[in-house]
């Protein structure tokens, strides 16, 4: 478990984070995300030790990090952004030297390393210096070092940057299997990660929190929760028509695709209505679905009004 | 302690997987000889010691020694490592300790290599071997004194290059304090204890004490206290400059 009260970073004249509180229970997958910049590498930072705070505390485990700093770092495994490494090392050599840096006893140092090569198929490449490694490779190696002790929390900066998406998949299965008895946060870009991974999400826009959701609630805040589109030939008298029912907000027409999405009035749900209506007016629809809602639309949203707040402070 | 040990162990295969420990090595083999048999003249004096060998170890380890301090945390600061290593659950001071204990035993070992200059010269006279083993102990301080300065330095800046030139400029102060010409002219103006202190801050004041044979337990608390200060100001220095 993460407890953050009141956190707050500040460098020199510039604030990082700004007063974010936030807990993240064990068992839980809990999703950073914000628009580059907004603080979340250095929230990750300060949760790790590497960075402290200029106000606020931080509990790992139960235990303040200012207290017993080593403590705290033992129960945690860190991939850093870019997962940095020792680029002349082998990676069997590198895995052994962080397994003996985390503290692992002698005994245990060989079968934790094996078992974490195999967990993230490393076998290939053991033997092979990680600086002729590809992208995908290092970024694994980075993940066994956070993970080769086995720890009750895992904070991960990006991990999944810069993979291909089988890679992605991969990680993203590593990730899943391994949160039921941990603690895990990661950041990301890339929404449909929330999705796939994330029981919990946290919007960080200019050092503050602006949301924190299920990656489904988050959802539900879009405009495009159950909204309806379809594929079809329609002329304007027809989607006026349409934007004359009572239980439809707003109609978009996109041109290009000749896709046309129908968005409810707050909280209504209108697919049988407009399934009942295209049959009606026997209009050819090549497709027709409804759209659980778009996180990057409400990502867009609560960001950019968060970016011109700050401007108009 | 086990973290510092498996630390050193890292450091020094690192230092052999790359070319650094083969060009420095070799450098250093030939540079402590040209100068001990050309400028030193140690063949042509006709005595049987290693003096003139000894004498240049400062003015080679000038250069030598911030070279191969300069990457000690300035190389991990620039390519992130830092953030993984301040993230691990050792003490920021047994990371300080075990690089530098690793460079210290690194540069230790081309001392060493330079064996061949004892059997030479015990081959071609009766030299006073005690007096090599406690030159060679005075070097070895007098390099861990350059080398503590260089790691406190190379934690200041990510630049290699600025590390280097810092650590040249501070060692030469270090040096200088203690030569002839400077101390004459202090004591034009200064009362001959002030002259005296300045003198005793200098590594070589302490270090010509020791290669003339008097191996005084002060010289060398002089060394550890520098180093022990500089790893400690080291420390502090990554703390201070780890955010940016």
Known sequence: MIECLNLSKQFGQFTAVNDLSFTAHQGQVLGFLGPNGAGKSTTMKMITGFLEPTAGTIKVCGADITDDPIGVKRKIGYLPEGAPSYGEMEVGQFLFFIAACRGLPANLIKPAVESVISRVNLEKVYYQKIETLSKGFKRRVGLAQAIIHDPEVLIMDEPTDGLDPNQKHQVRSLITDMSKDKTIILSTHILEEVHAVCDRAIIIAGGELVADNTPTEMENMSRYHHAVSFVSDLDTELLNKIKGMDCVLDVNYDARLKETTVFPTQGLFIFDEISDFLRKESIQVKSLKMEAGRLDEVFRNITINTAEREVVK | ?244
């Open chain 2, 1 to 244: 302690m086990s973290s510092i040990k498996s630390i050193v162990k890292r450091e020094l295969h690192s230092y052999f997987a790359t070319p650094i420990a083969y060009v420095f090595i070799v450098i250093f083999l030939i540079m402590s000889g040209v100068f001990g048999f050309y400028f030193g003249n140690l063949y042509e004096r006709g005595q049987a010691d290693l003096i003139p060998f000894f004498n240049f170890h400062p003015w080679l380890y000038l250069f030598l020694v911030p070279a191969v301090a300069m990457r000690l945390w300035s190389e991990e600061r620039n390519s992130g490592n830092i953030e993984l290593l301040m993230t691990l659950p050792v003490k920021k001071m047994d990371w300080v300790i075990g690089k530098f204990l690793a460079a210290w035993l690194f540069i230790g070992l081309a001392l060493l290599l330079t064996f061949p200059m004892v059997i030479s010269i015990n081959y071609l006279g009766d030299p006073d071997n005690g007096l090599i083993v406690a030159s060679y102990l005075g070097s070895f301080l007098l390099a861990g004194g350059f080398l503590a300065i260089g790691s406190c330095l190379s934690a200041a800046t990510k630049n290699q290059v600025i590390a280097f030139i810092l650590s040249v400029v501070i060692c030469f102060l270090f040096l200088l304090s203690g030569f002839p010409m400077v101390l004459n002219f202090f004591a034009l103006f200064m009362p001959q204890v002030m002259v005296d202190a300045i003198a005793s801050t200098s590594f070589l004041t302490h270090f010509d004490s020791i290669t003339k044979g008097v191996l005084d337990l002060g010289d060398v608390c002089y060394f550890g206290m520098v180093i022990g200060l500089w790893l400690y100001a080291t420390t502090l220095v990554i703390d201070m400059k780890k955010a940016n």
